[in-house]
């Protein structure tokens, strides 16, 4: 398998059930950078809020992006991948005001696959119940954002390897 380096800083974004988890790791193997959990920056607050099948209010996320963001501006220039369901376009402005060089991976995929991936999770906090409301809440990249649109159909590694492509094709940030 071929490890190409890059000085991108990913986060990899998507509603719950998207593969974020899986395809992270994978992405961050194949570029050869580190990857973090973004689920391991929420605070216990807002697990306990989620665990309960009670949607997270957008002042319940500010801090979990600034953490995130924090991470993602210390990778700058060293490349990284990070997951973070970064739904609306206000958190990915709130990531890229933290970090401004990072690059979206949004993975998408139809919203029965993504709720047949999601009843086989195990010990996961995320209810299937909360899926009707992130696609609710989920405003797709726009032309004007970094980033790009990943199609979630087949294997993890499948995945993983359109979207090292896609990257590749992006331009790199200066410096």
Not at 41 to 68: V, Y
Not at 83 to 94: I, N, Q
Request: charged share 20%; proline share 7%; glycine share 10%.
């Amino acid at each position: 398998m071929q490890q190409l380096r890059t000085p991108h800083v990913v986060v990899v974004m998507g509603v719950a059930g998207t593969g974020k988890t899986t395809i992270g790791p994978l992405l961050a193997a194949r570029l050869g950078v580190p990857y973090a959990e973004g689920d391991d920056f929420h605070p216990q607050a807002n697990i306990a809020k989620m665990s309960a099948g009670t949607p997270l209010q957008d002042e319940d996320r500010w801090p979990w992006l600034d953490a995130i963001g924090t991470w993602a501006h210390g990778r700058a220039g060293l490349g990284g991948v990070v997951s973070s369901s970064a739904l609306k376009r206000s958190y990915r402005d709130r990531l890229r005001a933290v970090a401004p060089g990072v690059v979206f991976v949004h993975l998408t995929g139809d919203r029965a696959l993504i709720e047949e991936r999601m009843s086989h999770r195990q010990g996961h906090f995320m209810p299937t119940g909360l899926l009707d409301s992130q696609f609710a809440t989920l405003q797709p990249l726009q032309p004007d954002e970094a980033g790009i649109a990943v199609d979630v159909t087949g294997s993890p590694e499948e995945i993983a390897a359109r979207a090292v492509k896609a990257l590749d094709a992006l331009p790199h940030p200066a410096g």
